[in-house]
């Protein structure tokens, strides 16, 4: 049996696993409360977790790391300086406890976005640094375990084989199957035979030469994908085989804010709040305690999806909404700017 996502609501999950991967980052399973249930999901995609911390319910987008159909989702977190959601789960959560997830979501994943078919053979090149293992591992899971018989080839980078997520798994994973490869870079390589350097394009073709035959998906931290993104350009790469994931909200060079008040009504909570023009619709619906989820901050979830009834706001993305949401006057508020008093519902 399959477990249920309630449409964009919140579930309850148990923590019934928690694993170091390394010094700094933990693997987490969770799983249904009262009986096993297979999850489903899109590889590559991810998860809104919610914890309370200090009697406050914080959401959190996190990659599942896990394969498809498994009696467990799996997600890995690694500590981040002043990271309240991350380093909490890495400090007290324990198994047993429960957390609030809302259902998968993304658009970068490997059904939506298969790798193409050149001559009957599907080739995809998985590029990763630090935690962003995460969703191409599940893609590279997915792969090996449906039989799909892509080529793949898995190019990571890190510090060292003791800061390499997986790093065991990784190398079972190149040694029994032989249409995985992976091709391990790293800047301390003692102790193994992978090679050491950092990542530029010259690296790109000579571990992996027929990259532009591939495929490619990218995760990591946004400084790595966007050199990473150059160095396929430079390489002449067909970006319209190019796949990456980012939590990284999007510039807001053009707004500031105004020294013009405005008025955000929520009636169905009894509110009236007074902001700025300029600011962020989510800051000003948390700050009034409304119970507004606000997890990637990048308007890549959907979770703080809301509908504006009245006045404007300046939005950065729409990513996750639908032609009609966007025509009923749905936002995502992490992306928007308050430019006029407004009239809004939640959720």
């Known amino acids: 049996m399959f477990f249920e996502w309630q449409a964009n609501q919140a579930v309850t999950l148990r923590c019934v696993g928690k694993y170091a991967e390394t010094h700094d980052a933990v693997s987490i399973r969770l799983s249904e409360l009262s009986e096993s249930l297979l999850f489903q999901f899109k590889p590559g995609q991810f998860i809104n977790l919610g914890v309370e ?7 959190r987008a996190y990659s599942i790391s896990s394969a498809v159909e498994d009696e467990h989702l799996q997600l ?23 957390v609030q997830a809302l259902p998968p979501a993304g658009d970068f994943n490997c059904i939506d976005h298969p790798p193409q078919t050149i001559n009957g053979h599907a080739k995809a090149l998985l590029i990763s640094a630090g935690c962003g293992v995460t969703p191409v591992f599940s893609m590279a899971a997915y792969w090996l375990n449906n039989r799909d018989n892509v080529d793949i080839a898995f190019l990571h980078i890190a510090r060292s084989p003791e800061e390499t997520i997986y790093f065991d798994q ?59 993104q150059q160095y396929l350009k430079q390489l002449d790469f067909d970006m319209n085989q190019f796949y990456q994931e980012s ?35 989510a800051d000003v619906l948390e700050g009034a305690g409304l119970p507004v989820i606000v997890a990637c ?16 706001v300046s939005s950065t993305s729409q990513e996750t909404l639908t032609p009609e949401e966007i025509e009923q006057g749905y936002v995502l508020a992490c992306s928007s700017t308050i430019q006029s008093d407004l009239d809004v519902q939640i959720g």
């Not at 300086?81 to 007290?92: L, R, W």
């Not at 901050?297 to 404007?312: L, T, Y």
């Open 53 to 59: 911390i200090a009697g406050k319910m914080e959401f």
């Open 76 to 98: 890995t977190i690694k500590r981040v300086a002043g990271g309240k959601v991350s380093n909490y789960i890495i400090d007290s959560l324990l198994p047993g406890d429960t």
């Open 170 to 228: 990784l190398e079972t994973l190149d040694a029994i199957y032989p249409n995985f490869r992976l091709e391990l870079l790293l800047k301390n390589n003692h102790g193994t035979s992978h090679p050491q350097g950092r990542l530029n394009a010259d690296w790109i073709t000579q571990l992996v030469p027929d990259f532009k035959e591939r495929t490619i998906y990218l995760c990591g931290p946004n400084q790595f994908m966007l050199d990473t």
């Open 247 to 281: 939590f990284t909200p999007a510039p807001r060079e053009d707004v500031q804010l105004s020294d013009e008040n405005t008025m955000v009504a929520v009636p169905d909570f009894s509110q009236s709040i007074q902001a700025r023009k300029g600011q962020v619709l």
């Open 297 to 312: 901050r990048s308007g890549i979830c959907g979770s703080c999806k809301c509908k504006v009834r009245a006045g404007s």
